[in-house]
């Protein structure tokens, strides 16, 4: 027997493809992708516009399949954690985030990550796989219904690439992922709305950054090549010089500016002089500055820096007239907090 096709992998382009082999004609992808995609809708039989004679044809080759929530952590701050199993067996986790007036969602696009940044959890699992498009979509998807469930009065409107993973190392089920996001008749998400995170792979950053489709943020975490390598091992294949470099020319929209991530770690990349050599290294890019304070995880050498040295390096970025914003890393109660998000087994 063939394993059926799980629908919300396909393009569509490719769903149209699909049709075209049944016999269909390809304007029936339309119709079946706001099932898909607005309805959230995963039974083939209820698909009631659609053909009856097309929806038994469909069934019997494919399929709707979302990840499975195995686990949903709500923390006292509002945010929701789910760990999903995928149909291998392998597991990823997703944050829901609530802000003033709608939420944002943390997304992953692989399971572990081959990057092993030393300050993060998911990095300590190696990688696993890529996820396809339809799991890194089914997160939303699961998400957005558990919104629905709740009648929340707030909806879904951020998303950040920022979970499990280095989206650029997925790029091509990432760009799939994009589009399909971007399409008037499915999740119809703006690229305003998207914002991808980096830890610096620069073959695929130049290519995101032509698409439109999303804004960047960089992983930057030090303010020199030595330390970066340190704590960040893909510093060693690509230099901070190689990175800045292919920034330089990033396009971006007029009074877009590129956003760079930093974790201050206590005692090892958050003095005041540190912060001087990062005001100098961002200084020939439109940037602006996302700090974090650390959050402690088990197993995981580094501790969180006190609100006054917090405070302390974000006056020096100030002072030199650079916009730095202290990101409050929500759910750190539940471990949903950036660089915690980790698989810890669903078997
Ligand atoms: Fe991978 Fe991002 Fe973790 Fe680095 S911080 S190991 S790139 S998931």
Redo the contacts with the bound molecule.
């Keep these: 027997m063939t394993t059926p096709v799980n629908l919300i992998d396909l393009s569509f382009h490719e769903l149209e493809a699909f049709l075209t082999a049944m016999g269909e004609a390809p304007y029936r992808a339309r119709q079946i992708w706001q099932w898909l995609w607005q309805k959230g809708c995963r039974d083939i039989a209820a698909f009631s516009d659609v053909a009856k004679s097309l929806r038994a044809a469909l069934a019997e080759r494919a399929e709707v399949r979302w990840p499975e929530v195995v686990r949903e952590q709500a923390s006292r701050d509002g945010t929701a954690k789910f760990l999903l199993r995928l149909a291998d067996g392998e597991a990823v986790e997703t944050v829901l985030i609530p802000e003033k007036d709608h939420y944002t969602q943390c997304l992953s696009t692989?399971a572990g990550?081959?990057?092993?940044?030393t300050?993060?959890?998911?990095?300590?699992m190696g990688f696993r796989r890529n996820l396809t498009p339809g799991e890194i979509l089914g997160q939303i998807l699961v998400a957005r219904q558990w919104l629905w469930d709740r009648q929340s009065a707030l909806a879904l409107r951020n998303l950040v690439f920022?979970?499990?993973?280095?989206p650029l190392l997925n790029y091509d089920n990432l760009l799939q992922a994009l589009e399909a996001l971007h399409h008037p008749q499915g999740l119809d998400f703006s690229s305003r709305r998207i914002t991808l995170?980096?830890?610096g792979i620069v073959k695929n950053l130049l290519a995101f950054g032509a698409t439109g489709l999303g804004s960047l943020a960089v992983?930057l975490h030090a303010p020199n090549q030595e330390l970066r390598a340190e704590i960040?091992p893909?510093a060693r294949s690509t230099p901070l010089s190689e990175l800045m470099a292919a920034l330089k020319d990033y396009p971006l929209k007029p009074r877009e500016r590129l956003t760079f991530e930093y974790l201050l770690l206590d005692g090892v990349n958050d003095s005041p002089a540190q912060a001087r050599e990062l005001v100098r290294l961002l200084s020939h890019v439109k940037a602006k500055v996302n700090l974090i304070a650390f959050n402690p995880v088990p197993g995981i050498p580094y501790g969180a820096p006190s609100p006054a040295r917090v405070e302390a390096f974000q006056d020096v970025l100030r002072q030199k007239g650079l916009t730095a914003t202290l990101r409050k890393s929500k759910g750190a109660d539940i471990a949903a907090a950036c660089?915690q998000?980790r698989n810890e087994g669903v078997a």
Excluded: H
């Design positions: 692989q990550c081959a990057l092993g940044c300050f993060c959890a998911t990095g300590r920022m979970g499990m993973g280095e995170s980096t830890a992983s960040m893909v660089g998000l």
